[in-house]
């Protein structure tokens, strides 16, 4: 079992590397990669924006209860926008790149390869990696970072909302703290995140739609598996990268 384990990450990695040079060579994908942009658009910015909504509020709510327990009320905008930015926003893009985008990745890619479709590409001497998988990564790459502005956007608003109305803050309170706590550091990271997160997620769902056991059967295992995957890496880089960053980055002030 360690032995094979071991075998994969091995393979995944050689893969992602293989994905990186294949990016920088001729002729580029252009047209399958509008397509798969396109369509992990399309199955990722509505459900997003209506998760962004109560993610916001959730935040919004704990914190400002927080916040009025310490005392510290003014400053409930900027922690709770700083939490929505920076943590909420990748991670609700990266869980739903890989939960609607990634596994239709995987299931397209291992139902061509139970097809035979990726061998016979190779026979003819064209590199499946090139053809279908660099677009498809690049794709999800394109939408988890502009679908994480506009989380984040969607997400401060809900949170701003529910804290002006059903908590009785102070619109001026509220941005104020943010751009007394928040600074541009914040939004690189969160944008760097996201797209750390859609390489992963692309990454992870064509590794699996490459490999599928046991035939179409095997194709359903590969979606389950790489969207299981692709969630336990996300939340370990997340820690991984916020914790680089703290150490990095010194809080606005400090």
């Not at 920076?86 to 790149?97: G, K, T, Y």
């Not at 890989?98 to 001497?125: N, T, W």
């Not at 498809?136 to 997400?155: Q, T």
């Not at 703290?246 to 400090?254: A, E, F, N, R, T």
Request: charged share 10%.
């Amino acid at each position: 079992m360690i032995t094979g384990a071991l075998r994969q990450t091995g393979q995944l990695f050689a893969l992602a590397a293989e994905v990186v040079r294949a990016v920088f060579r001729r002729p580029f994908q252009f047209r399958e990669f509008v397509e798969q942009f396109w369509f992990v658009a399309g199955v990722t910015i509505l459900p997003a924006a209506l998760v962004s909504i109560p993610f916001g509020a959730v935040i919004a709510l704990q914190v400002g209860s927080l916040t009025e327990q310490l005392g510290a009320q003014s400053f409930t905008g900027g922690a709770s926008v700083l939490a929505v930015v920076q943590q909420a926003s990748p991670l609700i893009v990266a869980l739903l790149i890989a939960g609607a985008g990634g596994s239709a990745i995987c299931a397209d890619l291992g139902s061509r390869k139970i097809r035979e479709e990726l061998d016979a590409m190779e026979v003819m001497g064209v590199s499946p990696v090139q053809r279908l998988v660099v677009p498809r990564v690049l794709g999800a790459m394109g939408v988890a970072v502009l679908l994480n502005g506009l989380v984040s956007v969607v997400g401060i608003l809900g949170g701003y909302f529910f804290n002006v109305i059903m908590q009785g803050g102070t619109p001026g309170a509220y941005l104020s703290s943010f751009s007394a706590l928040a600074q541009l550091p914040d939004l690189y990271v969160s944008e760097l995140k996201a797209l750390v997160f859609g390489f992963i997620a692309g990454i992870v769902a064509a590794y699996r739609g490459l490999h599928p056991r046991g035939g179409p059967k095997g194709v359903g295992d590969a979606v389950n598996q790489s969207v299981v995957i692709t969630f336990l890496l996300l939340f370990f880089v997340n820690m991984v990268m916020t914790a680089v960053y703290l150490q990095i980055v010194p809080p606005k002030g400090g």
